[in-house]
């Protein structure tokens, strides 16, 4: 009887774990939109290691794999995750929570999506490289 019990749980874990869900049509013209509207009249630079400037307040989630920190008006950063991304991250009642080792946001650095009314950690993800969007006069 152990057994059984012990392959049921073992069926019903991996039956609940389906690979990422794919955005709907919807949710990717949305992203373009938001990512175009941000770097509009903005050329990208060399990708960056670290950010040189990081304010939270400056982030701006385009999806589940792309962040963006605005610097004033005239420059993005935009940051496409390593991996499969934040999971959940895009649904409105999730945050990102970093907690940097040192002054800079950089490459490798890992954030924790924390579901905000129910106080739990529900993933994590790691930043890639910060390519720039400045302005062209």
Known sequence: MRKFSILLTAILVSSCMGGPLQPSPAQVAQSQEKFAKLTAGKVAGAPLSCLPSFRSSDMVVIDDDTIAFRNGPSQVYV???????????????????????????????????????????????????????????
């Open 79 to 137: 940051n496409h995750m390593q991996g499969g991304g934040c999971l959940n991250l895009d649904g409105g009642r999730n945050t990102l929570v970093t907690r940097i080792p040192g002054p800079n946001l950089c490459r490798g650095d890992i954030a924790q999506v924390v579901d905000l009314p129910a106080g739990i950690t529900v993933g994590s993800c790691v930043f890639g490289d910060f390519v720039p969007y400045k302005r062209v006069r």
